[in-house]
Protein backbone atom coordinates (compact mmCIF):
# COMPACT_ATOMS: atom_id res chain seq x y z
CA UNK A 1 0.00 0.00 0.00
CA UNK A 2 1.21 3.71 -1.05
CA UNK A 3 2.07 6.15 1.65
CA UNK A 4 2.57 9.81 1.68
CA UNK A 5 6.35 11.15 2.27
CA UNK A 6 6.43 14.87 2.69
CA UNK A 7 9.30 16.72 2.54
CA UNK A 8 10.93 19.99 2.66
CA UNK A 9 13.58 20.62 0.15
CA UNK A 10 16.26 23.41 1.42
CA UNK A 11 18.35 22.00 4.16
CA UNK A 12 16.67 18.45 3.70
CA UNK A 13 17.79 17.71 0.20
CA UNK A 14 19.30 21.29 -1.29
CA UNK A 15 21.51 23.70 0.26
CA UNK A 16 20.24 26.63 2.02
CA UNK A 17 19.95 28.67 -1.23
CA UNK A 18 20.02 31.82 0.61
CA UNK A 19 22.95 31.50 2.80
CA UNK A 20 24.27 30.43 -0.53
CA UNK A 21 22.96 34.12 -1.69
CA UNK A 22 24.48 35.00 1.03
CA UNK A 23 28.25 34.51 0.33
CA UNK A 24 27.84 34.60 -3.39
CA UNK A 25 26.74 38.51 -3.13
CA UNK A 26 28.79 38.91 0.00
CA UNK A 27 25.84 40.07 1.84
CA UNK A 28 25.06 38.42 5.48
CA UNK A 29 21.93 39.73 5.96
CA UNK A 30 20.76 36.88 3.79
CA UNK A 31 22.03 34.47 5.65
CA UNK A 32 19.33 34.45 8.07
CA UNK A 33 16.79 31.58 7.61
CA UNK A 34 13.34 29.98 9.18
CA UNK A 35 15.64 28.26 11.63
CA UNK A 36 16.86 31.70 13.09
CA UNK A 37 13.55 33.39 12.48
CA UNK A 38 9.93 31.42 12.98
CA UNK A 39 8.11 34.14 10.72
CA UNK A 40 8.59 33.49 6.94
CA UNK A 41 6.68 36.27 5.66
CA UNK A 42 8.65 38.65 8.26
CA UNK A 43 11.84 36.61 6.61
CA UNK A 44 11.25 37.44 2.89
CA UNK A 45 10.17 40.91 3.16
CA UNK A 46 13.74 41.49 4.84
CA UNK A 47 15.26 39.36 2.24
CA UNK A 48 13.08 41.76 -0.71
CA UNK A 49 14.14 44.72 0.66
CA UNK A 50 17.92 43.67 0.73
CA UNK A 51 17.80 42.75 -2.92
CA UNK A 52 16.04 45.48 -4.34
CA UNK A 53 18.58 48.19 -2.39
CA UNK A 54 21.46 45.80 -3.86
CA UNK A 55 19.73 46.16 -7.28
CA UNK A 56 20.04 42.14 -7.43
CA UNK A 57 17.79 40.99 -10.12
CA UNK A 58 16.26 37.09 -10.60
CA UNK A 59 18.11 36.92 -13.55
CA UNK A 60 21.05 37.09 -11.02
CA UNK A 61 19.79 35.09 -8.64
CA UNK A 62 19.52 32.59 -10.63
CA UNK A 63 22.80 32.95 -11.79
CA UNK A 64 24.06 32.00 -8.17
CA UNK A 65 21.67 28.61 -8.09
CA UNK A 66 23.39 27.48 -10.83
CA UNK A 67 26.41 26.60 -9.04
CA UNK A 68 24.71 24.71 -6.44
CA UNK A 69 24.27 20.71 -6.63
CA UNK A 70 20.98 18.95 -4.47
CA UNK A 71 23.04 17.03 -1.37
CA UNK A 72 24.69 13.97 -2.11
CA UNK A 73 22.74 11.07 -1.99
CA UNK A 74 19.33 13.06 -2.09
CA UNK A 75 18.37 11.63 -5.34
CA UNK A 76 19.22 7.79 -4.13
CA UNK A 77 17.12 8.46 -0.76
CA UNK A 78 13.97 9.47 -2.80
CA UNK A 79 14.29 6.65 -4.83
CA UNK A 80 14.64 4.33 -1.69
CA UNK A 81 11.51 5.61 -0.34
CA UNK A 82 9.76 5.74 -3.59
CA UNK A 83 10.43 1.98 -4.67
CA UNK A 84 11.75 0.02 -1.70
CA UNK A 85 9.33 1.78 1.21
CA UNK A 86 6.58 2.30 -1.25
CA UNK A 87 5.71 6.20 -0.49
CA UNK A 88 4.81 8.72 -2.90
CA UNK A 89 6.75 11.30 -2.53
CA UNK A 90 5.71 15.56 -2.37
CA UNK A 91 7.90 18.21 -1.68
CA UNK A 92 6.35 21.08 0.75
CA UNK A 93 8.79 23.93 0.01
CA UNK A 94 8.31 27.59 1.15
CA UNK A 95 10.39 28.14 -1.76
CA UNK A 96 9.97 29.08 -4.68
CA UNK A 97 9.07 27.47 -7.99
CA UNK A 98 11.76 29.63 -9.80
CA UNK A 99 14.67 28.93 -7.84
CA UNK A 100 14.05 25.10 -7.12
CA UNK A 101 12.80 23.90 -10.94
CA UNK A 102 16.37 23.09 -11.93
CA UNK A 103 16.88 21.12 -8.79
CA UNK A 104 13.43 19.13 -9.13
CA UNK A 105 14.76 17.64 -12.27
CA UNK A 106 18.03 16.23 -11.01
CA UNK A 107 15.73 14.72 -7.87
CA UNK A 108 13.51 13.08 -10.04
CA UNK A 109 10.60 14.77 -8.69
CA UNK A 110 7.32 16.69 -11.58
CA UNK A 111 7.01 19.77 -10.76
CA UNK A 112 3.16 18.67 -10.22
CA UNK A 113 4.61 16.98 -7.30
CA UNK A 114 6.31 20.04 -5.65
CA UNK A 115 4.13 22.83 -3.81
CA UNK A 116 5.96 26.37 -3.36
CA UNK A 117 5.63 29.25 -4.03
CA UNK A 118 5.98 31.99 -6.97
CA UNK A 119 8.04 35.14 -7.32
CA UNK A 120 6.79 38.64 -9.05
CA UNK A 121 9.44 40.65 -10.46
CA UNK A 122 9.49 44.36 -11.86
CA UNK A 123 9.98 46.01 -15.26
CA UNK A 124 13.68 45.51 -14.65
CA UNK A 125 13.65 42.09 -13.30
CA UNK A 126 13.56 42.59 -9.42
CA UNK A 127 12.16 40.91 -6.75
CA UNK A 128 8.75 42.58 -6.15
CA UNK A 129 6.86 40.46 -3.96
CA UNK A 130 6.01 37.09 -3.35
CA UNK A 131 2.42 34.91 -4.58
CA UNK A 132 1.85 32.48 -1.51
CA UNK A 133 0.70 29.05 -2.12
CA UNK A 134 -1.26 29.18 1.60
CA UNK A 135 -1.69 31.21 3.96
CA UNK A 136 -0.84 29.41 7.34
CA UNK A 137 1.64 26.46 7.23
CA UNK A 138 2.93 23.73 5.38
CA UNK A 139 0.20 21.71 6.90
CA UNK A 140 -2.22 23.20 4.66
CA UNK A 141 -1.25 20.79 1.90
CA UNK A 142 -1.37 17.34 4.24
CA UNK A 143 -4.66 18.60 5.34
CA UNK A 144 -5.80 19.08 1.57
CA UNK A 145 -4.77 15.35 0.83
CA UNK A 146 -6.79 14.01 3.84
CA UNK A 147 -9.52 15.87 2.23
CA UNK A 148 -9.38 13.92 -0.63
CA UNK A 149 -9.20 10.81 1.22
CA UNK A 150 -5.35 10.15 0.65
CA UNK A 151 -4.24 7.69 3.49
CA UNK A 152 -2.40 8.91 6.50
CA UNK A 153 -1.47 5.78 7.46
CA UNK A 154 2.70 5.57 8.13
CA UNK A 155 3.17 9.18 6.63
CA UNK A 156 6.36 10.67 7.37
CA UNK A 157 7.56 14.05 7.03
CA UNK A 158 11.01 15.72 6.93
CA UNK A 159 11.79 18.89 7.51
CA UNK A 160 14.63 21.63 9.44
CA UNK A 161 13.18 24.58 10.63
CA UNK A 162 10.47 25.93 12.43
CA UNK A 163 8.21 26.28 9.66
CA UNK A 164 8.43 22.73 9.50
CA UNK A 165 6.35 22.08 12.58
CA UNK A 166 3.15 22.03 11.36
CA UNK A 167 4.24 19.59 8.52
CA UNK A 168 5.39 17.49 11.32
CA UNK A 169 2.43 17.32 13.37
CA UNK A 170 0.40 16.19 11.38
CA UNK A 171 1.98 12.51 10.02
CA UNK A 172 2.20 9.45 12.26
CA UNK A 173 6.38 9.79 11.76
CA UNK A 174 7.69 13.42 12.12
CA UNK A 175 11.71 14.00 11.25
CA UNK A 176 13.97 17.03 11.85
CA UNK A 177 16.77 16.76 9.24
CA UNK A 178 20.17 18.09 10.95
CA UNK A 179 17.99 20.48 12.83
CA UNK A 180 19.73 23.75 14.18
CA UNK A 181 20.27 24.02 18.44
CA UNK A 182 17.44 26.58 18.84
CA UNK A 183 15.55 24.36 16.29
CA UNK A 184 16.21 21.24 17.81
CA UNK A 185 15.44 22.54 22.01
CA UNK A 186 12.39 24.02 20.82
CA UNK A 187 10.53 20.56 19.07
CA UNK A 188 8.25 18.23 20.24
CA UNK A 189 9.44 15.64 22.28
CA UNK A 190 7.86 13.87 19.63
CA UNK A 191 9.73 14.53 16.92
CA UNK A 192 13.13 12.59 15.61
CA UNK A 193 15.94 14.43 14.95
CA UNK A 194 18.04 12.44 12.42
CA UNK A 195 21.92 13.46 11.05
CA UNK A 196 21.50 11.56 7.82
CA UNK A 197 19.34 9.42 5.43
CA UNK A 198 20.41 6.32 6.40
CA UNK A 199 19.07 7.32 10.20
CA UNK A 200 16.06 8.38 8.68
CA UNK A 201 16.16 4.54 6.17
CA UNK A 202 17.13 2.36 9.21
CA UNK A 203 14.50 3.83 11.42
CA UNK A 204 11.91 3.11 8.92
CA UNK A 205 13.37 -0.53 8.30
CA UNK A 206 13.51 -0.95 12.55
CA UNK A 207 9.84 0.18 12.37
CA UNK A 208 8.77 -2.78 9.95
CA UNK A 209 10.68 -5.22 12.29
CA UNK A 210 9.25 -3.70 15.89
CA UNK A 211 5.27 -4.29 14.10
CA UNK A 212 5.95 -7.71 12.92
CA UNK A 213 7.41 -8.86 16.43
CA UNK A 214 4.58 -6.61 17.95
CA UNK A 215 1.72 -8.76 16.15
CA UNK A 216 3.63 -12.53 16.86
CA UNK A 217 3.36 -11.39 19.96
Not at 11 to 19: M, S, Y
Amino acid sequence: MKKMAFIDMEGVLIPEIWKHFSHYFNIPELAVTTREVADYKQLMDQRINILKNKDISLNKLLEAIAELEPNNGAKDFLKYLQLNKNFEVRIISDCFYEFLDPFLKKIGIPSKHAYCHYLEVDSHGIIEKVHYLRNKGKHEIIVNYQKNNFSMKDSIAIGDAFNDFTMLHLVDHGFLFQPSEDVRKNAPFYFHTMQTYEDIINYLNNLKYLKRNNLQA
